[in-house]
């Protein structure tokens, strides 16, 4: 019997940049739900084309499209920002994986949205079942100390307006900096014959889900 609607090496090529999301943040993973409303933000934005794949994704106004190289002066420039500088490991490791890297980066508040386009990958709801299992198995065997937490809010698979869309949404907390954190919102979508990958990483936990919707595949 086959296990996964796409094979196991696209299924784990998925789980391998959740993972690297997470590792790259967070060494302490909390699994406990969280049943806090997210904030709801106005659906204000510009469709921002990426020219990799075609895709259209729909970008919140305040954010503006940056270079690696922008974005690099702007996390040396605020060295205190934990959240820009795990931001900026995390892009330079998707730099190195198949697909273009966009980033997006309110200077006002340092929120950013990356997308990263993706080899196209089917999946259905027992994959993502399996994709947070092994998201947890390898989460379990992080070890690097960041002095971090990072607590699980969400994690669930969709089948909404034709897209296939896994998401995950954690809070990080610095522990070396009370009551500092901010949130990861992730999103593998695949429709159309393609895939994409999004995160919004906030100061403030924000529904995000409006926004990916609106994407154009």
Avoid at 48 to 76: C, H, M, Q, Y
Avoid at 112 to 132: G, R
Avoid at 162 to 188: A, C, E, L, P
Wanted: hydrophobic fraction near 35%; include cysteine.
């Amino acid at each position: 019997m086959r296990l996964f609607k796409t094979s196991p090496q696209n299924l784990l090529k998925i789980t391998a940049v959740l993972i690297m999301c997470v590792c790259t943040f967070a060494t302490t993973i909390s699994c406990d739900e969280k049943k806090k409303e997210a904030t709801t933000i106005s659906l204000d934005g510009t469709y921002e084309f990426l020219e990799d794949n075609g895709v259209k994704v729909f970008i919140p106004n305040g954010f503006e499209r940056i270079s690696l190289a922008t974005f690099t002066s702007f996390a040396k420039e605020n060295k205190k920002n934990k959240q820009a500088q795990y931001t900026l490991r995390y892009i330079n490791e998707l730099k190195q994986k198949k697909g273009n890297v966009y980033i997006f980066l309110n200077k006002e508040t340092g929120a950013t949205v990356i997308t990263n386009t993706m080899e196209f990958m089917s999946f259905n709801k027992e994959d993502a079942q399996q994709l947070l299992g092994m998201m947890t198995m390898n989460n379990d065997r992080v070890a690097e100390d960041t002095k971090l937490e990072y607590k699980k809010m969400t994690a669930k698979y969709n089948h909404m307006e034709g897209h296939d869309i896994f998401k995950s949404v954690y809070q990080v907390d610095d522990t070396s900096r009370k009551g500092k954190s901010w949130y990861n919102n992730s999103y593998i979508m695949t429709a159309n014959g393609k895939t994409i990958y999004i995160q919004l990483a906030s100061e403030t936990d924000i529904n995000y889900d409006p926004f990916v919707l609106k994407t154009k595949m």
